[in-house]
């Protein structure tokens, strides 16, 4: 069953990430419907530092965006992937 | 110490213990090599192209464990070592590659021989860099081998501007890297180990699938006490074969598309697939709803992303295939599986992998002799076509990396430069390279290296005068209609003479042994031109869409099989 997800990428803050990023989602077949990158330095949070926060959304098949997710933990700049639940989830 | 940017490359290399380093030279890549005389304890092969730098280094890793390295210049330099680099990405081989790039004040402006080279391997490395800053060069070398060998093994590419290499910085070789992105989880999850166990406990009919994990994770002896512990029998994959001794009772060869009939119905008939190191390709799973149709599935792999890619997975373990072999064998109960293996036993003896009766020189046959000849110990280098599934059917291997061949990518001209590595590597060993003519002519040029090098690579060309595998495909599946399948070729013992290689042709049964005693006796490289039965198909066959019970054993001569 297709729905909606968002995933949310902490990455390197270095030169060609997102398109390192971006890739795979072309590789493996997914449209990006929404995407959004913020320098994590504007987020007030000390934790982070050198850190691009990206955050998309996605349509797919749970399964699917599951191996996407695992692809993108796959980047060597990823650091982190995390999926918050979309509109209308619990 | 201030050094160039030239010779931190090589202090680096040489920090990271590399002995080798295969490469052609160019503009853009100068300065690198006119410092390599600073460094006469590294070796450097020189290939007729980069393409053979990077299956040359390629085929040094597999058959070393060790990192193969390659260099190449800016430009036409880089796009040639793709193939090489792709190849190296399917089948996770640990790989460096060096390139140079234009200097940085004209990159971007399409100079002479300028392409974006980190924008072009993006996608089939592990990871790569452009070194912007002399400074961070060392760094960037430490990431890449730490990379290249560590979690699943891979490519990865270091693209340095000419006046970066040229330029002088303070060196020092950091001890450790800090890669917050990247930690590869390598030992496996105890509640799932524990499970596996209870699984593999339970089982009536177990089934161990063993990939190249294996071999990378040098688990061979934690998977033989599996085995034996459980009395488990074991196929392997392509590139997991030797992996297990094919000799062992517990052995019953690879299954797959062109894998023996018995190892595909025992991957059907299993009750519980054990599947270690290994990513459920296409050619060796057949159709998917089909693939092992009565078996839960424990799959172990160092790659996350791998797991429930293709199949679905009852006990998935993320983690180094040594470490959790070696854990699971800990909570095997010993105990038999007469049963299981009386069936296999059975189906091993209805189901033989043989060779017809034929008055004329079949590959197969070719294959057995060198086999034969060697009585094992040789390592087998191949192209990819019909020689190289023959050469994996008709060859008992018992040691692990003694099959060296190109999988996922399935690289025809893989096996010259492969060989060029392997014999590099290894060089007390006896390397074969059984290649076939079509597979042979993509990259012949690297006889100039063995030549040059003096490298005693044995070169078997299974001759056919087709593009065998396509033409077998057009046979089966197109009518037999051969189109740009048949090839002409030179005489191979004529080009390998005019190289300073000896060579013989062969055209009968009665020459083959022979001949494969006479390269034997050589100290240097031999070349072997086998004329064999020009339409002899690879069988066993499960056609494309089919299910692996669903094999095809016998040739349907001149007609459409499916």
């Known amino acids: ?90 | 110490m201030k050094m160039t940017g030239a010779q931190i490359v090589w202090e680096s290399l040489l920090k990271e213990e590399v002995e080798v380093v295969f490469g052609f030279p160019g503009g853009a890549i100068i300065p690198i090599y006119d410092t390599l005389p600073e460094y006469p304890q590294m070796r450097h092969v020189l290939v007729r192209h980069e393409q053979g730098a990077a299956h040359a280094a390629d085929g040094y890793a597999r058959a070393t464990g060790k990192v193969g390295v390659c260099m190449a210049t800016s430009g036409p330099g880089a796009t040639n070592l793709v193939t090489g680099i792709t190849n190296a990405y399917l089948d996770s081989v640990p790989m460096v590659a060096i390139t140079a790039q234009v200097a940085r004040s004209v990159i971007g402006t399409d100079a002479f021989q300028e392409v974006d080279t980190t924008g072009i391997t993006l996608p089939i490395t592990k990871h790569n860099y452009l070194v912007l800053d002399t400074a961070s060069l060392a760094r960037v070398l430490k990431e890449s081998f730490h990379l290249a060998r560590t979690g699943r093994p891979g490519p990865v590419l270091v693209d340095i501007p000419r006046d970066v290499l040229a330029e002088a910085t303070e060196y020092s070789y950091p001890e450790e890297v800090n890669l917050p992105g990247y930690k590869p989880v390598l030992e496996g999850h105890a509640a799932q180990v524990k499970r596996a166990a209870k699984m593999i406990n339970e089982a009536e009919r177990p089934l161990i699938l063993a990939g190249r994990g294996v071999a990378i994770a040098g688990a061979h002896r934690e998977l033989r006490e599996l085995a034996e512990a459980g009395e488990i029998p074991v196929v392997t994959t392509l590139l997991g074969i030797g992996s297990f001794p094919e000799s062992h009772d517990l052995s019953f060869g690879m299954p797959g598309m062109h894998g023996a009939a018995y190892a595909n119905l025992a991957v059907d008939g299993a009750d519980l697939i054990i599947a270690v190191g290994m990513r459920f390709d296409d050619r060796l799973t057949g159709r998917l709803s089909g693939f092992a149709p009565r078996a839960k599935v424990i799959h172990i792999d160092i790659d996350p992303a791998e797991i429930g890619k293709n199949v679905r997975v009852d006990v998935p373990i993320v983690g180094d295939a040594r470490q959790v072999l070696g854990a699971v064998v800990k909570q095997i109960l010993p105990r038999g599986h007469s049963e299981w293996l009386k069936q296999l036993g059975q189906w091993r003896d209805e189901h033989p992998l043989s060779v017809r009766e034929c008055g004329g020189l079949l590959p197969q046959y070719v294959i057995r002799q060198i086999y034969e000849a060697t009585g094992g110990g040789a390592i087998v280098v191949t192209g990819v076509g019909q020689h190289q599934m023959w050469a994996a059917q008709h060859c008992c291997y018992d040691r692990p990396n003694s099959l060296i061949s190109s999988g996922g990518l399935g690289t025809m001209g893989f096996g010259l430069p492969a060989s060029v590595g392997v014999k590099v590597g290894c060089p007390d060993d006896v390397v074969w390279c059984i290649d076939g003519d079509g597979s042979f002519q993509m990259t012949m040029q690297e006889l100039g290296t063995i030549a040059q090098e003096k490298l005693g690579v044995k070169i078997a060309i299974i001759n056919n005068g087709y593009l065998g595998m396509v033409r077998q495909w057009q046979g089966l599946f197109y009518e037999r209609r051969y189109v740009a399948t048949p090839l002409s070729g030179p005489d191979f013992v004529q080009i390998a003479a005019a190289y300073g290689i000896p060579g013989l042709r062969v055209t009968r049964r009665e020459g083959v042994v022979p001949a494969i005693e006479r390269a034997l006796g050589e100290d240097g490289p031999f070349l072997i031109d086998f004329v064999v039965e020009p339409e002899e198909d690879v069988y066993p066959m499960v056609p494309p869409g089919a299910a692996l019970a669903e094999v095809i054993e016998e040739p349907v001569r001149g007609e459409v099989a499916v």
């Open chain 1, 1 to 90: 069953m297709t729905s909606k997800h968002i995933l949310v990428a902490l990455l390197e803050d270095k030169p060609g990430v997102l398109n390192r990023m971006s890739s795979v989602f072309r590789r493996r077949g997914f449209n990006i419907e929404n995407v959004n990158v913020i320098d994590t330095i504007n987020l007030g949070d000390s934790s982070l530092t050198n850190l691009t926060r990206v955050t998309i959304v996605v349509s797919g098949s749970k399964a699917m965006v599951t191996q996407l997710k695992r692809q993108l933990e796959k980047i060597i700049d990823v650091v982190k992937v995390s999926e918050i639940p979309a509109e209308g989830e619990a």
